[in-house]
């Protein structure tokens, strides 16, 4: 089975730093998706980026990118200039290409990020 | 991106009654709808899995009996809680993911809070 280890409960990043989230999975898949979601405390689940493991690219959205080791099963995220309304827990996920698992997606346990002003 | 509503956002019931949770896909045809539940400070538990017009498929120790699940259209699934109990009390989030686009992507309802006294 898949599954999901964030390693860090808790962050703190000064703002206008950069800051690093990590992410390891394990799996015996070679075809999946990750994902990283942002929950402020609104706890709407907003998606922030998300990778193809068939890609060797790794996936960048303006301030966010993450950095993939497929080898590793490690994906952690970067958040570069941080700002106040970053501050949010943030999920690593997993999602099977497989047709049979039905889209379920595998979350983290979450990371919660304090921007520090 | 594609959006998700939820409704109520949230309620506040008697112990013993029914409570009924709509989650609608407003711009995409939601093939298939994932209902989650979120403990304080916790990851999202996935409770179960609806494709439209068919039976949910349920989490290990879930009790359909007790959370109905209906998908009867591509826009719109709804979670009941049956006669609900103060342990019913959660934050209840729905998820959907479409035929259109971005089905390797969840997108996420805002979530309903409910307490039961």
């Known amino acids: 089975a898949q599954t999901v280890t964030q390693s860090q409960p808790e962050m703190s990043v000064q703002e206008a730093e950069t800051v690093t989230l990590s992410c390891t999975y394990d799996?015996?898949?070679?075809?999946?998706?990750l994902f990283w979601y942002k929950q402020p405390p609104s706890r709407q689940m907003i998606l922030v980026i998300r990778?193809?493991?068939?890609?060797?690219q790794n996936a960048t959205e303006n301030r966010f990118s993450v950095n993939f080791q497929k080898a590793a099963k490690s994906f952690s995220l970067k958040i570069s200039d941080s700002q106040l309304g970053d501050a949010a827990m943030y999920f690593c996920?997993?999602?099977?290409?497989?047709?049979?698992?039905?889209?379920?997606?595998?979350f983290g346990k979450g990371t919660r990020l304090h921007i520090l002003p | 991106g594609a959006v998700v509503s939820q409704h109520p956002s949230r309620v506040i019931c008697k112990s013993g009654t029914s409570v009924k949770i709509e989650c609608r896909s407003l711009?995409?045809?939601?093939?298939?709808m994932f209902w989650y539940r979120q403990f304080p400070k916790q990851s999202l538990m996935l409770m179960a899995t609806?494709?439209?017009?068919?039976?949910?498929?349920?989490e290990q120790g879930v009790e359909k009996d007790k959370f109905l699940i209906n998908h009867a259209s591509l826009t719109l699934s709804t979670l009941t809680v049956t006669s609900a109990h103060p342990e019913d009390s959660s934050f209840y989030i729905c998820?959907?993911?479409?035929?259109?686009?971005?089905?390797?992507?969840?997108?996420f309802g805002p979530g309903t809070r409910l307490l039961v006294l």
């Open positions: 998820s959907a993911s479409g035929s259109s686009g971005s089905r390797e992507t969840q997108y």
């Open positions: 799996t015996s898949e070679s075809d999946y998706y």
């Open positions: 990778q193809e493991a068939y890609k060797q």
């Open positions: 996920a997993y999602r099977s290409l497989d047709m049979n698992r039905d889209d379920k997606i595998i």
């Open positions: 711009d995409f045809q939601a093939t298939t």
């Open positions: 609806s494709n439209e017009g068919s039976k949910a498929t349920y």
